[in-house]
């Protein structure tokens, strides 16, 4: 899917799908199980990565506004997006299904849609950024249907229990936010039961900006029991409250990020209860392959 900084691993091309196999091939070695996120940024993005210079596409014509960091990269610019017309919709949800047909091809054993942190299908969802007055936009319903969309392409093209989604209502990344983000939830938990699919992974409402924590009175809670597959949650967990959460059964896993990429060992430090190394974000999503991703001690090493 089309993306906004250099380096990103793409599933478009034959290439593509031949370079991602030796890399399935090692974790599958390993008895892991490796989904493939798929996503399209949207309006988080600029023209120097599009093809042909193109403007970058969004449900509006309302750029995000400068300067943003993410994922420890300063982006000077975003170029103004093109509003995409309704007749164009169906490509879109069609790139999602072929990009999730690649994966399959791959040997991934799923594929995880994203539809947070503000990117193309959050951008859709949230009233803040979505002024359509058509059947994409106004009302909640509308909102969700190109997300619900993609959701039932990629179920019907590689089947419901190899696809996930990653949410994240209650957030306000990359100036996408909604006036109502607890019905926003509730309402995508819901809608979601209708396609079986395997797990939704939704980011606590806590981190409501990238790499910051508040203190929060929402709740994925509704959420949870809303959806009838499995849950899992995101955002600032450490060893204690990531276990405290499973217990109290707020949700069946919680997902690990930069503690898991600073720690290649982090389950086996967790049963340990033994000292964690410390995440640098100045070596996340550099162009070095070897600095902030495989540098990192394991316990044993030390």
């Given at each position: 899917m089309v993306d906004w900084y250099p380096d990103t691993a793409g599933i478009?091309?034959?290439?593509?799908?031949?370079?991602?196999?030796?890399?399935?091939?090692?974790?599958?070695?390993?008895?892991?199980?490796?989904?493939?996120?798929?996503?399209?940024?949207?309006?988080?993005?600029?023209?120097?990565?599009?093809?042909?210079?193109?403007?970058?596409?969004?449900?509006?014509?309302k750029p995000v506004m400068p300067p943003i960091e993410a994922n420890g990269i300063n982006v000077a610019r975003f170029s103004p997006p093109r509003r995409l017309r309704t007749d164009e919709i169906p490509q879109v949800v069609d790139d999602f299904r072929l990009a999730a047909r690649n994966a399959m091809e791959v040997g991934f054993d799923g594929?995880?849609?994203?539809?947070?942190?503000?990117?193309?299908?959050?951008?859709?969802?949230k009233d803040q950024v979505n002024d359509r007055t058509n059947q994409y936009g106004g009302s909640l319903e509308n909102r969700c249907r190109f997300a619900l969309e993609v959701v039932?392409?990629?179920?019907?093209?590689?089947?419901?229990?190899?696809?996930?989604?990653?949410?994240?209502?209650?957030?306000?990344?990359?100036?996408?936010?909604?006036?109502?983000?607890?019905?926003?939830?509730?309402?995508?938990?819901?809608?979601?039961?209708?396609y079986g699919i395997l797990y939704c992974h939704t980011v606590e409402p806590r981190?409501?900006?990238?790499?910051?924590?508040?203190?929060?009175?929402?709740?994925?809670?509704?959420?949870?029991?809303?959806?009838?597959?499995?849950?899992?949650?995101?955002?600032?967990?450490?060893?204690?409250?990531?276990?405290?959460?499973?217990t109290e059964n707020h949700t069946d896993l919680v997902a690990y990020g930069r503690l898991f990429?600073?720690?290649?060992?982090?389950?086996?430090r967790f049963e340990l209860d033994a000292p964690l190394n410390k995440y640098n974000s100045d070596t996340c999503c550099t162009s070095d392959p070897v600095v902030g991703y495989t540098d990192y001690p394991f316990l044993e090493e030390k």
């Open positions: 478009w091309t034959k290439g593509q799908v031949e370079a991602w196999k030796p890399f399935v091939e090692a974790v599958h070695a390993r008895d892991g199980i490796f989904f493939r996120q798929i996503w399209n940024v949207g309006r988080v993005s600029n023209q120097d990565f599009q093809p042909k210079g193109q403007a970058p596409i969004s449900c509006t014509d594929v995880e849609i994203h539809g947070a942190h503000g990117y193309l299908i959050d951008q859709f969802m039932e392409a990629v179920a019907n093209e590689i089947g419901a229990d190899k696809v996930a989604i990653r949410l994240s209502a209650l957030a306000d990344y990359m100036e996408s936010r909604d006036s109502n983000p607890n019905a926003l939830g509730l309402y995508m938990a819901k809608s979601l039961n209708k981190m409501r900006t990238l790499g910051e924590k508040f203190e929060c009175h929402d709740s994925l809670l509704p959420m949870r029991k809303g959806f009838n597959g499995s849950f899992i949650v995101a955002g600032g967990y450490e060893r204690e409250d990531g276990n405290q959460a499973v990429l600073a720690n290649p060992d982090l389950p086996r």
